[in-house]
């Protein structure tokens, strides 16, 4: 069973760059879609985008200007930046499997931005 | 405004069933693409729990069933019980977001 965590800052200031990695674990990590996806508090859920093993990526266009997906295959990781973040991309970050529907979440991680 | 919309919130006493009914259009479920449901129960991870319309992941009880027709779709609980108390969340693609997937804004149900 593939398993996800994602790491990094739970305290991201104003103005400057949100960075999370996602370690998958129980399987390759090539061959296959990983997405992102947030949510803020008490809200739903928003697909920021997905980034293919051989780093190929798709953004949502609400964010395109300022997201950036990696992969490295050799660590089993995928990762995300965030550039320019204000208080409205204070959410519970997920990393997923698959870029059509998810078939495996990780538990998330909570990144508030704020001064 | 998400453009898969759900009701805020069904509810329903012990044994019997409810749906939760999500409306799309012809970018999203018209267009012929899929609708998957996911169960977030609270401070958890959403689970996957219907994908392809009508598909169980194993291990989700058959007491969940999804369905799809035209630019909506649905899934039903039958027989709820207390721990189907969540938030439910239907998904799909939509042509007008560059391919990516979308959520509806999500269904609290409550056990009465």
């Known amino acids: 069973q593939v398993q996800l965590q994602e790491s990094g800052p739970g305290l991201v200031r104003p103005s400057e760059t949100l960075s999370l990695t996602c370690t998958v674990s129980?399987?390759?990590?090539?061959?296959?879609?990983w997405s992102w996806i947030r949510q803020p508090p008490g809200t739903g859920l928003e697909w920021i985008g997905y980034?293919?093993?051989?780093?190929?990526?798709n953004y949502n266009p609400s964010l395109k200007s300022r997201v950036t997906m990696s992969v490295d295959t050799s660590k089993n990781q995928f990762s995300l930046k965030l550039s320019s973040v204000t208080a409205a991309d204070t959410a519970v970050y997920y990393c997923?499997?698959?870029?059509?529907?998810?078939?495996?979440w990780g538990q998330g991680i909570l990144v508030t931005v704020s001064s | 405004q998400s453009v898969l919309t759900q009701p805020p919130s069904v509810s329903g006493a012990p044994g019997q069933r409810v749906t939760i009914s999500c409306t799309g259009s012809?970018?999203?479920?018209?267009?012929?693409?899929?609708a998957h449901w996911y169960q977030q129960l609270p401070g958890r991870a959403p689970k996957l729990l219907i994908y392809?319309?009508?598909n169980r992941p194993s291990g989700v009880p058959d007491r969940f069933s999804g369905s799809k027709s035209g630019t909506s779709a649905s899934l039903a609980i039958i027989g709820l019980q207390a721990e189907d108390e969540a938030d439910y969340y239907c998904?799909?693609?939509?042509?007008?977001?560059?391919?990516?997937?979308?959520f509806g804004a999500g269904t609290k149900v409550t056990v009465l």
């Open positions: 998904q799909s693609y939509d042509s007008s977001l560059s391919g990516l997937g979308v």
């Open positions: 980034i293919y093993s051989t780093g190929s990526t």
């Open positions: 392809g319309n009508s």
């Open positions: 129980g399987g390759s990590i090539s061959n296959s879609y």
């Open positions: 012809s970018s999203n479920f018209g267009a012929g693409y899929d």
């Open positions: 997923a499997r698959r870029h059509d529907y998810v078939e495996n």
